[in-house]
């Protein structure tokens, strides 16, 4: 059986978050802005969780390259590969990225941003307090910024998901000339991520989108984000 085409998405600015600090209720300032409907999906960007759960640390300012290289390290399961201050590395979550997200855009001068300790935890907290306060079911995502192998250029990836699969499985289902698919998996969450890239404006300091429209299939509420993270035994590369 073929799916039939589900029509059009919207993708939408969250416009007038305010600067974000330890201890802010991320869901609640979203829904302030912005009236939200069931079935809606939030993009959030890893940065503002990270600071609003304190996941922010300071540099030592007489050694700020070697201290920064310690934190990666110590957010690091493993290195895989290293160019001078770059690191390619694996973080506790699984993930393969660069300076296992240690980052230093948009933030103050002289701190880095960590990962959130656990992103589903901080999607479903999000997730909760929008509830809470507009009483609507939507979907959360939490976003960052990696770079692909073999491919220039950079996208917003899933790093933390609520209320939505992050794989759509079309295993089993025919193509639009009625072959069978065996080994098809869209990484839906991935693909949301970097589609809210398009209107959450880096240098505008828009952190937050709402993408409207998605097929009510694709929510869920036993999901994580483990889901697209590639097993070692499945990957060619490592």
């Not at 939200?36 to 640390?57: H, N, R, Y």
Request: with cysteine.
């Amino acid at each position: 059986m073929t799916r039939q085409s589900t029509g059009s998405i919207s993708i939408l600015p969250v416009l007038g978050i305010p600067e974000i600090v330890r201890g802010d209720l991320i869901g609640k300032t979203i829904s302030e802005k912005f009236e939200l409907k069931d079935f809606d999906v939030i993009l959030v960007t890893q940065k503002i969780v990270s600071k609003a759960e304190g996941m922010m640390v300071k540099l030592d300012s007489e050694d700020p390259t070697s201290h920064k290289k310690k934190i990666i390290e110590a957010e690091s399961k493993r290195i895989l590969r290293e160019r001078g201050e770059l690191l390619i590395t694996e973080t506790h979550h699984g993930f393969i990225c660069a300076n296992a997200g240690v980052d230093m855009s948009n933030v103050e001068d002289g701190y880095v941003s960590l990962l959130p300790r656990d992103s589903d935890k901080s999607a479903r907290r999000i997730r909760a307090q929008v509830k809470a306060v507009q009483n609507v079911d939507v979907a959360v995502i939490i976003t960052d910024t990696f770079g692909r192998a073999w491919r220039r250029g950079l996208v917003d990836v899933a790093i933390g998901v609520a209320g939505l699969k992050p794989i759509d499985d079309l295993r089993g289902e025919e193509d639009a000339n009625g072959r069978v698919l065996n080994v098809t998996e869209i990484a839906i969450a991935d693909e949301l991520a970097a589609a809210s890239e398009l209107v959450r404006i880096k240098s505008q300091n828009i952190p937050v989108a709402v993408i409207r429209g998605i097929d009510r299939r694709h929510f869920s509420n036993n999901v994580s984000i483990d889901e697209l993270i590639r097993k070692p035994d499945e990957d060619l590369f490592r």
